[in-house]
């Protein structure tokens, strides 16, 4: 989910937590930012939550400034990319000769290379793997610093992100093993909104018919209210009941006769 790289430049070795790699990364190595540009990132929901939030922008405005949309073929569901300048080296908006603008929320798949990671929808479960991404330009490989997958992690903060997109990881590899059934545009519409422009997901709880129609305890309405990873959650469970995975929300008695707005 994370990968944001071609396969070509990935080494075909499943790595586990404890597989050890070498490996350096920063101003002094002559690569220095290299891989910041020409890559298809994608984002993830609680991504644009800290993105957006370090710029001051609502989710509308990230979106429109710094991101495009394409139809994942598989789930048929909306997956948005970093937009990359449109110059010779197509770079990361962020990225300067200094190094990147939003290195404390930088999005997970930048916190995670040179390693790679994948998610297997199993009979069993949900199998995470690892493996490394070896760009040929990158000159991190040849430094005298060992990691495990594990410590690499650690230091690169990551844990938060993979916990807090484990829910949205796992209600696309369920949509994909269940893709016979089509989603329709309108279906897609809420996946994008309830998925990435939170601001505009809230608007439409509190705004729409979605509170005559759907049961919602006031605790939960207070913290969404305000809080951008609560409101992340609670449109996840929409988006299980909405896409059909799941019976996820609860429907009011007056509107059990009525369709679910969409």
């Excluded at 939170?198 to 018919?209: A, G, K, P, T």
């Amino acid at each position: 989910m994370y990968t944001a790289y071609s396969m070509r430049d990935v080494k075909p070795v499943k790595l586990s937590l404890n597989s050890k790699f070498r490996f350096k990364c920063g101003p002094g190595i002559s690569c220095y930012t290299k891989c910041c540009s020409r890559i298809n990132l994608i984002l993830t929901p609680y991504d644009i939550i800290r993105l957006k939030q370090c710029l001051g922008l609502s989710s509308g405005e990230f979106l429109r400034q710094y991101t495009r949309e394409e139809i994942e073929e598989r789930s048929g569901l909306p997956i948005v990319f970093l937009k990359m300048r449109e110059d010779q080296d197509n770079l990361c908006p962020f990225v300067t000769p200094e190094g990147c603008t939003i290195y404390a929320d930088r999005p997970a798949a930048c916190r995670y290379y040179p390693i790679g990671q994948g998610t297997l929808q199993l009979e069993e479960g949900i199998e995470e793997f690892y493996f490394l991404i070896t760009e040929k330009h990158c000159l991190g490989f040849q430094e005298d610093h060992l990691w495990t997958v594990e410590s690499w992690r650690n230091d690169q903060g990551v844990a938060q992100y993979d916990e807090l997109n484990a829910e949205w990881k796992a209600m696309m590899l369920r949509r994909d093993a269940q893709s016979r059934k089509e989603v329709d545009p309108k279906q897609q519409t809420m996946f994008y909104m309830a998925s990435y422009d939170l601001d505009s997901f809230r608007r439409y709880i509190f705004e729409s018919r979605f509170l005559e129609v759907f049961e919602v305890d006031p605790e939960t309405l207070t913290v969404i209210k305000t809080d951008d990873v609560a409101l992340m959650k609670f449109g996840q469970q929409y988006l299980k009941y909405i896409l059909m995975i799941e019976e996820s929300m609860k429907l009011k008695e007056a509107a059990l006769a009525a369709p679910a707005p969409q």
